[in-house]
């Protein structure tokens, strides 16, 4: 595999990639399982508080459910606010950097990528990767659970988007 792509990230991309992470994220069976963990932990709590305080169950079963609706709904509501949020923090990010803003040639063979800038060089090999993910904004190459390398799409072939997922692939990195 050696191939060469250039491209200028834009922020549409960067936030685009950052909204796509935290969908992900947030919506995965991990996230999904501590939810309800959290869940099942704290509404036998709520009636145990409130039988101990001497109300009736009927009383400590419609207090539950109230706190229990009011969870859900917090549970809802706030991860919809952070993915309105989001969209302006990731702009208001994307212009401190100054770094990736600039043209990029990233360029790859069989030990990994070298990525070139007006900053600087950076070499990380394929094993450096912790994951990846093909989305329609790019491939979003992880280093760990939350940081990645964004290739756009508008930047990559056919060809290169099949030989970096191949090679991906090939070198056993997760796809997420």
Known sequence: MS????????????????RIHYLRESTS??????????LIFIIPVVFGLQIA??????????????????????????????????GRKTRHLFRQQKFIQGM??????????????????????WDDYHSWRGEKVGIMLYFDE??????PQRALTSEQLIDIESTLTARGIRKR
Do not use: W
């Open 104 to 125: 990029q040639e990233v360029t790859s063979n069989d030990r990994g990528m070298q990525v070139r800038s007006n900053f600087g060089t950076f070499a990380p090999a």
């Open 146 to 151: 939350s940081n990645f390398h964004l290739i």
């Open 29 to 38: 069976k991990r996230a999904i399982i501590q939810s309800l963990i959290a």
């Open 53 to 86: 305080e001497g109300n009736s169950a009927n009383h400590a079963a419609i207090f539950t459910l109230a706190i229990g609706a009011l969870g859900l709904g917090l549970g809802i509501c706030i991860p919809i606010s952070y993915y309105v949020y989001l």
């Open 3 to 18: 191939s060469k792509i250039s491209f200028s990230l834009m922020e549409r991309d960067f936030v685009e990639a950052n």
